[in-house]
């Protein structure tokens, strides 16, 4: 089983996250991968345990913080990253960006077949949950999408897709494109033996060039979209109060004012 | 003229409310066509799409539920469109990158409006959890965007004519993909989660009793949520959790009950209109983006909010 995980590098929202179960505590240079990319390492991860031998690939695609992304994937066990890094992939759009992963994939692909692309369902910084359908149409593979559950047998995968209307059981041959929800599974933490082990592996840097990517296809220039004007929104100016007895009575009296109730 | 195709989102053989609110925003942008995907629309939704703007509703017969099928049969209906709006849903957010791919069309999904400005689309988005307002210009020729339900107030013609109804000859493509089961899920009562124009949510606070929540819930004419928390003890299931894995809502009123406010949760409610919340613990970040917060027991304080909305409302 050869699989290919892709991560995106994501600035802002770990900041102020804060775990609950106690383990390993962040710091700056444990990078910061995506969160919901490490359900996709996970999945990667426990279908080559499962089946006793292959190999995890991960793959970001980024200016120089993304190295963190990848760096991040081999704290949690993948065995080899890339980082495909060129001033010319900056204000790509979310087409030029799977434009520029699906070119990776097809390089290692071609060094040796690639069974499973993993991408978690969803960046959290921008959300749009898009790239895992334009990675499949940008190879032609098969799209198997929003998995809560991933299993390979016979050449074939399976995943169970919980939509608001039905739960559908899909199928398709490899290789595939999937990408897992974090109901898939629980995400593992680092071991300090772990972290150790990343700090001295050797990422691997490509260029445009290497993946064969036209520059000019990519980056902002080919955008589709271009953001006008962006700014932070006002700050809510919360009234709290504290319960004394008349704290329903206040609130009900808050959205009644306000035609709420 | 810009043409305007809006995909129909539906409950059944209802028209769902996000799609008269496209509709809506659909009009101020130019003429609008709206697109059925699979079987075909009864006299009353036909009615409810003109009535809110359509001149024709163009049917796709074919039962399909993959996003390559979907996609297809919304490119076989929409050939010649400008702009294409759809609900800004996990599936048709699959759909229409595929449609993008397939026309160049570029893309804005989530956004909260669209206009018209020197011959583009541009679009209005909350981002990073709702702190940022992002307008985007589309500047590929053909547009496609993602609206948030509650985004837009849906507004009927008065005196509209009535729809045509058009059949689309469309052929299903062949997918790698395929269906191997589908197991319905049962509608809950009310309004939709993600449509609702009130939402009251209960967390860990709830210790897993929702009796009130859904009291209050009612009492409003809104929608019952949950934080991951009360879904993972499996106190309420899945479909009710509200964060940015699970419903994204941005309803007028967001009452949060013993809900800390972790920052997944924030992501997936932040953009709400009003912000209520009621917990135990002063220092919740949940009160840092609330409207008005009750720092107490919401065994306490929603019977008494009830018991006053009721004897207002009575008077």
Redesign the interface.
């Known amino acids: 089983m050869r699989i290919l995980v892709t991560v995106k590098f994501t600035p802002d929202l770990q900041s102020n996250r804060s775990f609950t179960d106690g383990a390993v505590t962040r710091t700056a240079d444990d990078g910061s991968m995506n969160e919901l990319d490490e359900n996709a390492v996970e999945a990667a991860l426990q279908l080559v345990e499962a089946a006793g031998s292959g190999e995890v690939i991960a793959v970001t695609v980024g200016g120089p913080d993304a190295v963190s992304a990848v760096r991040k994937a081999l704290q949690l066990g993948v065995g080899r990253a890339i980082h495909v890094s060129d001033e010319a992939v900056a204000g790509s759009d979310v087409f030029g960006t799977a434009r520029v992963l699906a070119a990776a994939v097809r390089r290692v692909h071609e060094e040796a077949p690639i069974d499973l692309v993993i991408t978690g369902m969803a960046a959290l910084d921008g959300l749009t949950s898009m790239l895992p359908t334009a990675l499949a149409v940008e190879l032609d593979w098969a799209q198997l999408t929003l998995a809560s559950s991933l299993s390979v047998l016979d050449g074939v995968a399976t995943i169970e897709r919980h939509l608001p209307d039905a739960h559908e059981t899909v199928t398709a041959p490899l290789p595939a494109v999937v990408s897992v929800t974090d109901e898939a599974n629980k995400p593992r933490y680092p071991n300090f033996k772990m972290i150790m082990a990343a700090r001295a592996a050797v990422v691997e840097t490509w260029s445009l060039g290497e993946v064969g990517v036209d520059p000019v296809s990519v980056g902002a220039a080919a955008a589709r979209t271009v953001v006008v004007s962006a700014e932070p929104r006002p700050p809510r100016d919360p009234q709290i109060v504290t319960d004394t007895g008349e704290g329903g009575r206040l609130l009900a009296d808050f959205l009644l004012e306000r035609g709420l109730a | 003229m810009t043409r305007v195709a809006v995909l129909v989102e539906r409950h059944g053989d209802h028209v769902a409310g996000p799609t008269l609110e496209a509709l809506t925003l659909a009009r101020s942008l130019g003429e609008v066509v709206a697109v059925w995907l699979g079987g075909s629309p009864d006299s009353e939704a036909v009615a409810a799409l003109g009535s809110y703007g359509a001149s024709e509703v163009r049917v796709v017969a074919p039962a399909l539920?993959?996003?390559?099928a979907l996609a297809a049969a919304l490119g076989a209906a929409t050939a010649d469109a400008d702009v294409v709006l759809v609900d800004s849903?996990?599936?048709n957010?699959?759909i229409?990158?595929?449609l993008?791919?397939a026309t160049?069309?570029?893309?804005?999904?989530?956004a909260a409006g669209a206009s018209i400005v020197d011959g583009r689309v541009?679009t209005l988005q909350?981002?990073?959890?709702?702190?940022?307002?992002?307008?985007?210009?589309?500047?590929?020729e053909r547009a496609i965007v993602g609206l948030r339900p509650n985004t837009t107030q849906a507004v009927a013609v008065s005196g509209a004519p009535v729809a045509a109804v058009v059949a689309v000859d469309f052929e299903p493509p062949t997918t790698?993909?395929?269906?191997?089961?589908?197991?319905?899920?049962e509608?809950s009562d009310g309004v939709?989660l993600?449509e609702a124009p009130?939402v009251v949510s209960g967390g860990r606070g709830t210790g897993g009793d929702y009796a009130l929540i859904r009291e209050f819930a009612e009492?409003?004419g809104g929608a019952v949520g949950a934080s991951r928390d009360a879904t993972d003890e499996g106190w309420i299931s899945?479909?009710h959790m509200v964060g940015?894995?699970g419903?994204t809502v941005t309803p007028?009123?967001y009452v949060a009950c013993g809900i800390s406010g972790?920052?997944?949760h924030r992501?997936g409610m932040q953009a709400s209109g009003?912000?209520?919340a009621?917990n135990l613990d002063?220092d919740a970040p949940i009160?840092?983006?609330?409207?008005?917060?009750?720092?107490?027991?919401l065994f306490?304080?929603?019977?008494?909010?009830?018991?006053?909305?009721r004897e207002?409302r009575g008077a």
Not at chain 2, 65 to 68: G, K, M, N, Q, V
Not at chain 2, 104 to 110: Q, R, Y
């Open positions: 539920r993959l996003p390559a849903t996990f599936v957010k699959e229409v990158t595929r993008a791919l160049g069309a570029g893309v804005v999904v989530d541009e909350t981002v990073f959890a709702a702190t940022w307002n992002v307008q985007t210009r589309i500047v590929a790698r993909e395929g269906v191997v089961h589908v197991e319905a899920v509608a939709p993600a009130v009492l409003l899945h479909e940015q894995t419903t007028a009123l972790a920052v997944h992501g009003t912000i209520v009621v002063p009160f840092e983006i609330a409207d008005f917060g009750v720092v107490g027991s306490d304080v929603l019977p008494d909010a009830m018991a006053r909305i207002v």
